[in-house]
């Protein structure tokens, strides 16, 4: 069975037989067709609404990032939650093991990043915290 894989934008042709593989190198991927821009809808009139309390806006904040790549398996905050400091946030698996993702500090989640699930990077930004 033949196979076109692409791969970092450049296509691989595979050939797959019982037993055994071939991958030939194919060429640069074609550019992906951008869709047409959707039509603006006109915007309708809001009712005045009553101000709201000063919060922290979504996202400002110290932000806790992934010490090393792996993926979420458990997210233990959510937004405009109160933690303390060394509160478990996030369990992050790696390697088989399964990491506590701490606040650093008390305050608010201002926003969170991630969900159950995700593939995460070194760096990645999980949550923040005002």
């Known amino acids: 069975m033949k196979y076109i894989v692409t791969l970092n934008n450049k296509q691989y042709e595979v050939e797959v ?8 190198y194919v060429g640069e991927a ?35 990032s992934s010490p090393m790549p792996g993926t979420i398996l458990d997210v233990r905050c959510q937004q ?33 990043c991630v969900s159950k699930g995700a593939s995460v990077d070194t760096g990645s930004v999980l949550c923040t915290i005002s």
């Open 30 to 64: 074609p550019a992906p067709v951008a869709a047409a821009p959707a039509p603006a809808a006109a915007p309708a009139a809001a009712p005045a609404a009553a101000p709201a309390p000063a919060a922290a806006p979504a996202g400002a904040g110290d932000p806790i």
């Open 80 to 112: 405009g939650q109160s933690v303390k400091a060394d509160d478990v946030l996030f369990i992050l698996e790696a390697m088989k093991m399964e990491n506590e993702i701490f606040a650093g500090r008390d305050g608010t989640v201002t926003s969170v």
């Open 17 to 24: 037989e019982k037993g055994q593989a071939v991958a030939a």
